[in-house]
């Protein structure tokens, strides 16, 4: 014999999540029964990955995914990796690059639906600091700073960095530039021209989000003071 089980809806049209008992019984007098245990759940419509496409090479990161609907029955996914030799991705979805190069990961549903969304991530040696020399923290009008930034290591795969002034409007500067013969040097300089304070910051571009800031007090000199009489 055959039977339909056939989920209910209350009284918004939203279908009923839980387990019930289903048992089925000989009507030939003896009563043979057997039961089993249905659980009625929410599926998963969607899955999509929400996390950046790159990564660095020892520094810890997360897959990230969205799940639809909010209140699906079982959000849990597996997730995979296809050159474990660059990503060996942890069953929590957490990852830290092993080494360079370009890698599928991919996470899939596990309750029933086989839903799944991969992403390709590109792994790099990052940037792990940015050492500054040559500015002063306190400088009077008039005098100039010439900074020198040293960007490590030499093998990060992208050295650039982009230099932020908090105010403007109390020094003169130029951008970095790099030192020639080099990849990973720079140098400019930075000219007090009215009093305040700023903020001079170096960050790298490689999305590290590493950066090295000095503050910077810009004030009036002091002039020589002749005292008649003495």
């Given at each position: ?16 999540t ?90 899939t ?42 960007v ?26 790099l ?24 960050i ?21 003071m ?5």
């Open positions: 014999a055959n039977g339909l089980v056939t989920p209910k809806k209350d009284d918004k049209g939203n279908y009923k839980g387990t019930c008992t289903i048992s089925a019984i000989a009507n030939d007098g003896f009563g043979a029964r057997k039961t089993i245990d249905v659980l009625i759940a929410i599926p998963v419509e969607s899955i999509q990955i929400n996390s950046k496409n790159y990564g660095f090479i020892g520094i810890k990161d997360k897959l990230n995914c969205i799940i639809l609907p909010e209140n699906a029955t079982e959000q849990k996914l597996v997730y995979t990796s296809s050159d474990t030799s660059i990503i060996d991705i942890q069953p929590n979805g957490e990852y830290t690059p092993k080494a360079g190069g370009t890698v599928t990961l991919t996470a549903t596990t309750d029933g639906t086989n839903l799944s969304d991969s992403i390709n991530v590109k792994v790099e040696v990052g940037v792990n600091s940015i050492n500054v020399t040559g500015l002063d923290s306190k400088l009077d009008i008039g005098l100039t700073n010439n900074y020198e930034v040293e490590l290591p030499e093998n990060a795969d992208n050295k650039r960095i982009l230099m932020n002034v908090s105010d403007p409007s109390v020094v003169e500067y130029s951008t970095p530039q030192v020639e013969g080099t990849t990973n040097k720079y140098t400019g300089y930075v000219k007090a021209i009215a009093s305040g304070s700023t903020t001079i910051s170096f790298a571009e490689d999305g590290t989000n590493v950066y090295s800031s000095n503050d910077m007090l810009i004030t009036v000199p002091v002039k020589d002749n005292f008649d009489g003495y």
